[in-house]
C-alpha cells in the first residue's frame, strides 16, 4: 500500500497540472534546460531538405557546362544547315534545336521508326561512329522537291528507292559538311558516311547501355515538318570532352573570329548580284506618257558626255562611261563612290 498516494500529494499533482508546470517523464530532461535559462523552451525550426533522385543506370556522365556547350553548338549548325536546305530546295525552310539529352543508346535505338533512314558515319579521327537519323516524311518532303514536286505532305511509310536514296546521299553529305563547320570550334574533324540503315535493330555503333548524346532538330517547312536525330556515343566525344567547356569554348570562338569571316568572305565572293547602269531620269505627265510613240525622243536629265551611275542591287556604288565590247555594250567604270555620295545619287 506504499504505492498509493496520500490527498496532500494528489492535491498536489492537480495543481501543477492546472499550472501547466506538470511534463510526462519522457519531456522532463528537455524541460530542466529551459527552466535552468529561466524561459520558455524554445522551438528550433524545421529544416528542409532537398533530395535528388539519383539513377545508377543512368549516370550524368556529361556535365551541365559541357551539355550547355553542345547546346549553343547545335543551336549554329541549326541556323547553318536550314540555309543550306533552303538554297537546296528553293523554299523556306527553318530549323530549330529542340533539345540536347543524355540517355542510353537503347532508349535511342527504341525512339526510332521502323521504317527510317539512318546513316552511320565517323568523325575522324575520333574512334567511332555516330547517327544521323532523319524522320522519312522529311525525307519524302525533300525527295519530291529534289524531282521537281511541291513537296506535299505524304503518309508513306516504305523504304527509299535507289534513286531516292542517291539524291538523298547529296543532301546528307551536305549536312556533314555544315556539321564539320561547326564543330571547328572545338577541332578539325572529318565526318564521312559508313553506311545506310532502315531498321534501328540491324545499327550497333555502342552497347545497349552505353551514354549518347542526342541531339534533336525540328524541321518546319511550308507544308509540315520533320525531326532530325544526331546521336553521339559518349566514347566518341570522350576524348574531347574537356573543349567543351565553357573556358575552353569561349577561347575557341575568339580563335576562330578570323577563320569565320574568312570563310564568310569566300561565301559572299561567289554569290551573284544585279549590276545595273541608269542612263538617266526624267519627270512627264500622264498625258505625255500616253501619247509616247515609237521614234518619239524623251530628254534625260544627263548630259550625253557626263558619266553613268552603276547600282549594285538597289544601290549606287560606281560611276562609269558606256562603251562596246564585241557586239555587247559596257560600263568602264571611271570613279568609286562613296558610301555618303552614294545615297546622296
Not at 116 to 128: A, N, T
Not at 191 to 196: D, E, V
Not at 232 to 247: A, C, N, R
Request: aromatic share 6%.
Amino acid at each position: 500500500m506504499s504505492d498509493i498516494l496520500s490527498q496532500e500529494e494528489v492535491d498536489a499533482l492537480l495543481s501543477a497540472v492546472s499550472a501547466g508546470d506538470f511534463c510526462g517523464a519522457e519531456a522532463a530532461p528537455a524541460a530542466e534546460p529551459a527552466a535552468a535559462g529561466g524561459g520558455a523552451p524554445a522551438e528550433e525550426p524545421e529544416v528542409e531538405r532537398s533530395v535528388k533522385i539519383y539513377d545508377f543506370r543512368r549516370p550524368d556522365r556529361v556535365s551541365k557546362d559541357q551539355m550547355r556547350t553542345l547546346q549553343n553548338l547545335h543551336e549554329g549548325y541549326a541556323r547553318l544547315f536550314s540555309t543550306t536546305l533552303t538554297s537546296y530546295l528553293r523554299t523556306l525552310v527553318e530549323i530549330e534545336l529542340i533539345s540536347v539529352d543524355q540517355l542510353t543508346y537503347s532508349e535511342f535505338m527504341m525512339s526510332i521508326s521502323n521504317p527510317s533512314c539512318i546513316y552511320i558515319f565517323d568523325i575522324e579521327p575520333l574512334e567511332g561512329s555516330a547517327i544521323f537519323e532523319i524522320n522519312p516524311s522529311l525525307v519524302f518532303f525533300i525527295v519530291d522537291r529534289l524531282f521537281g514536286g511541291q513537296g506535299a505532305p505524304t503518309e508513306q511509310n516504305r523504304e527509299l528507292t535507289e534513286i531516292e536514296r542517291s539524291v538523298l546521299n547529296k543532301i546528307i553529305e551536305r549536312a556533314l559538311v555544315d556539321l564539320k563547320e561547326v564543330w571547328e570550334h572545338v577541332g578539325i574533324f572529318s565526318p564521312k558516311i559508313q553506311g545506310y540503315e532502315t531498321n534501328p535493330q540491324f545499327v550497333q555503333i555502342a552497347p545497349p547501355g552505353e551514354t549518347v548524346i542526342l541531339i534533336s532538330l525540328e524541321v518546319r517547312l511550308k507544308n509540315g515538318s520533320g525531326l532530325i536525330s544526331i546521336c553521339y556515343p559518349f566514347m566518341l566525344l570522350e576524348s574531347v570532352m574537356g573543349k567543351l567547356s565553357g573556358e575552353s569554348w569561349i577561347s575557341s570562338q575568339r580563335t576562330s573570329t578570323q577563320e569565320t569571316r574568312r570563310l564568310i568572305e569566300k561565301e559572299i565572293s561567289s554569290t551573284n548580284t544585279r549590276v545595273a547602269a541608269v542612263i538617266g531620269q526624267t519627270n512627264l505627265t500622264v498625258r505625255d506618257l500616253l501619247q509616247l510613240q515609237p521614234g518619239d525622243v524623251v530628254v534625260l536629265d544627263k548630259l550625253a558626255s557626263s558619266d553613268l551611275v552603276v547600282q549594285v542591287g538597289t544601290k549606287p556604288k560606281f560611276l562609269g562611261k558606256v562603251g562596246v565590247v564585241g557586239n555587247n555594250k559596257c560600263i568602264q567604270v571611271t570613279s568609286i563612290l562613296d558610301r555618303e555620295v552614294g545615297e546622296d545619287e
